[in-house]
Structures are given as structure tokens and as C-alpha cells.
T-cell receptor, first 113, second 113 residues
Framework: DVKVTQSSRYLVKRTGEKVFLECVQDMDHENMFWYRQDPGLGLRLIYFSYDVKMKEKGDIPEGYSVSREKKERFSLILESASTNQTSMYLCASREAGRTEKLFFGSGTQLSVL | AQTVTQSQPEMSVQEAETVTLSCTYD???????LFWYKQPPSRQMILVIRQEAYKQQNATENRFSVNFQKAAKSFSLKISDSQLGDAAMYFC??????????FGKGTKLTVNP
């Protein structure tokens, strides 16, 4: 089975801190995604990457950046965390091709105090 | 821009009964794919079913089936013989010419014993 691993299930950070959320997949997938999930708003795409060192902005990229130096790892970076970035963050990966299903990690619940 | 609308924030069903979750979408593309994902309390998102827009036949996976009405841009999910394990958030998603998926806001399904 494909495994998408997010480094932390719960994370508490202070306002202004630089925060790294890590995601690793073990199936050599080309595409990786970062979503943010908030109650009543569903999943919103922050960034996605379709190859190493390649990235594209999603619908809500402001306040975030990403890094993909190796195919299996996709990092989400909050340069200066703010309270409105308190949320559930979901990483996903899939093979190239829009028919392919997404494989999700189990999410990181981030609280910014 | 593509949008996905789930008009039912919450639904409930009695165990062993049938329930239908609604989803509508808006797109100008003619070739696209639709998905239903399930997120149980464990937070692990799981693909339930997918439908290619060019196929007229509705997709079926065991107790899960869809009613795909392309002209109406409607993609509802029917769950037959509901089980306690079906209790979850259900998300409808659209995928078109790019690698991105657009998700709806979700429907919380409660299954009553």
C-alpha cells in the first residue's frame, strides 16, 4: 500500500515562528499536494508540485512556501506563523495523470498561539 | 474557475437504510473526472468512487453508487445498506485539464443504530 507520512499529527507554535510541515511518500509519485482543511470550508489547495523543484500555486498560497528537493519529500513552510493559519494540513500524492486517485497523509493539526 | 457545491452540511441515516449525498459542480471543460472521498474520524481520506465524465454509465463500488447527470452538472453519491462504519465526512471533488482537484465543503454523515 502507498504510504504518505506527515511528520507530526499535532503541532503547537507561537506567532511569528517559522514552521516546517514535512510530507514523505514511498511510491515514487510525481505529484504532491498540500491542502488546508477548515470546518465549513472543505479542502483548499495551497501548493502542488508535479516534479522535483517544480511547484505551482494553488488557491490560497499567501503566507506559505514549499520545497521539493527530492521526489519523495514535499515540505510546506510557514515563514512567519499567524493565528489565522491554525488549521488542519493535509498532504497528498499521486501518479501523474488527472484520473489517478490521491493518496493522503493523516493530517497535521497546527495550532498557532 | 471551477466550483464544487455540496449543499448538505450534515445528513443522517438509519443503519441498513439508503442515503444520497448531493454534489453539483460548475465547469466549462468537457473532459473531466469526478470523485467522492470519505474522511472518517481517523482523518485518513479514502477514495470511495470515481467517474469519468465521458462515460454515461454510472460508477458503482459495492454499496456505493453515483448518479451522474452531466447536463445538470450533478454527481450524487448513494450509499445503500448503510453501516456504522460509513459515518464520516464525505467530499466531492472535480478534476479537469490540470493536475489540481477542486473539493467541495463536505457533508458530515451520521449513521444511527
Amino acid at each position: 500500500d502507498v504510504k504518505v507520512t506527515q511528520s507530526s499529527r499535532y503541532l503547537v507554535k507561537r506567532t511569528g515562528e517559522k514552521v516546517f510541515l514535512e510530507c514523505v511518500q514511498d511510491m515514487d509519485h510525481e505529484n504532491m499536494f498540500w491542502y488546508r482543511q477548515d470546518p465549513g470550508l472543505g479542502l483548499r489547495l495551497i501548493y502542488f508540485s508535479y516534479d522535483v523543484k517544480m511547484k505551482e500555486k494553488g488557491d490560497i498560497p499567501e503566507g506559505y512556501s514549499v520545497s521539493r528537493e527530492k521526489k519523495e519529500r514535499f515540505s510546506l513552510i510557514l515563514e512567519s506563523a499567524s493565528t489565522n493559519q491554525t488549521s488542519m494540513y493535509l498532504c497528498a500524492s499521486r501518479e501523474a495523470g488527472r484520473t489517478e486517485k490521491l493518496f493522503f497523509g493523516s493530517g497535521t493539526q497546527l495550532s498557532v498561539l | 474557475a471551477q466550483t464544487v457545491t455540496q449543499s448538505q452540511p450534515e445528513m443522517s441515516v438509519q443503519e441498513a437504510e439508503t442515503v444520497t449525498l448531493s454534489c453539483t459542480y460548475d465547469t466549462s471543460e468537457s473532459d473531466y473526472y469526478l470523485f467522492w472521498y470519505k474522511q472518517p474520524p481517523s482523518r485518513q481520506m479514502i477514495l470511495v468512487i470515481r467517474q469519468e465524465a465521458y462515460k454515461q454509465q454510472n460508477a458503482t463500488e459495492n454499496r456505493f453508487s453515483v448518479n451522474f447527470q452531466k447536463a445538470a452538472k450533478s454527481f450524487s453519491l448513494k450509499i445503500s445498506d448503510s453501516q456504522l462504519g460509513d459515518a464520516a465526512m464525505y467530499f466531492c471533488a472535480w478534476g479537469g485539464g490540470s493536475e489540481k482537484l477542486v473539493f467541495g465543503k463536505g457533508t458530515k454523515l451520521t449513521v444511527n443504530p
